[in-house]
Every structure is written in C-alpha cells, then in structure tokens.
C-alpha cells in the first residue's frame, strides 16, 4: 500500500510554506500561489516509489500546475521505477512507461507495440513517405498515469513492458 503524509504532516508543511506554493517555476523562482482557497497538493519530494520517506522534509506544499509539471516532466521515470535512479533512469525519455535498457536488448521503443506511432509521424515528399520517424508518445505510459506522455524518439532503448509490434515502420520508406 502507498503510505501518504499524515494530517498532521501536512499541516505543519502548509504551515511552513505559509499557505503558499513551495513549487519551483522554470526561472528557478518560487511560485508562490496562495492557496488559501484553491486545491492544493503534498508531493513527494522524493517519490516514495524510489524510497522516499512521509517526513516533513520530503512534503511540498504544491499548487495543481505546480504538482502536475513536476509528475509528469520531472518524476515519471522515479514513480515507475523500483531502484535508485541511475544512470540508465537518467537516460530516460520523458513519457516512456519505465526506464530505458530496461527491456530487451537492442529492442527500441519503435519496434514496440505501444509506441503511438502513426502515419503522419513520417513526412511526406512526393507522395511517398519518407524521412525520419517522428517521435510518439508512448500508450503503455498512458494507461498507467492517464495520462499522454512526452514524445519519446523512435531509437530509445526499449523498456521493461516492451512488446513487439506486429508493424514496424523502417525508419526509411521504401
Ligand atoms: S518500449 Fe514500449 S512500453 Fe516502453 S516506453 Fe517504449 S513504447 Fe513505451
Ligand atoms: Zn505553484
């Protein structure tokens, strides 16, 4: 079972913050939104799927854009993966369902059945298709978060709920 902050955490974080969000925006400043009367969130500072404890210090007293840009940009591959991050988690794309070199070896996310790729992620030039393959989101990373992930490129290293697709695009139309 997923252990959550208790009440008493949680009040002593908002306390802390001083009912504004600790969040960080991409100029490195504070947020700062009050949130006196808005939905805030407690986010793991480290995710508890990677060891990360119910401590105060490990409590961010978080507004909704605040929590959703660090869940989806910033620890995707920490809540889906069981060890420590390393240097194989630091390889990883955003969006991809787990970390990468997680799966089987030599095996890329385009070759993988849940990698959305569709037709016109190839470009078009003189009515054939050609080119590089765009990158795709990734449906396997979907259905776990309910959420669409980041654009994963086609050569990423497969990750461990690789399948193989029965259609693999070449990465050059013929
Ligand atoms: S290998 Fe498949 S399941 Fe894993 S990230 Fe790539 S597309 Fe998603
Ligand atoms: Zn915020």
């Known amino acids: 079972m997923r252990l959550e902050f208790s009440k008493r955490t949680m009040r002593e974080a908002r306390e ?38 119910n401590s105060l210090q490990n409590c961010a007293f978080l507004c909704v854009p605040c929590h959703l840009e660090k869940t989806t940009k910033r620890d995707i591959q920490d809540h889906l993966t069981a060890g420590p991050v390393d240097t194989l988690a630091r390889a990883t794309h955003p969006g991809m369902a787990h970390f990468a ?5 030599l095996k890329t996310c385009r070759e993988c ?15 054939k298709w050609r080119g590089l393959i765009l990158p795709a989101d ?16 086609d050569d990423a290293a497969a990750c461990k709920y690789f399948e193989q697709s029965e259609h693999v695009p070449a990465r050059y139309a013929k």
């Not at 070199?101 to 070896?105: R, S, Y």
């Not at 059945?113 to 009515?127: E, M, Q, S, V």
């Open 101 to 105: 070199g997680t799966g089987p070896a």
């Open 138 to 153: 990734c449906n396997k990373y979907r259905q776990m978060t309910q959420r669409v992930g980041d654009k994963i490129p």
């Open 113 to 127: 059945a849940f990698w959305n790729h569709k037709l016109y992620d190839y470009r078009a030039k003189n009515g």
């Open 16 to 53: 802390r913050a001083e009912g504004l969000c600790e969040g960080l925006l991409s100029n490195g400043e504070r947020c700062n939104a009050n949130l006196a009367h808005k939905p805030c969130h407690f986010d793991h500072i480290i995710p508890a799927a990677i060891g990360g404890d």
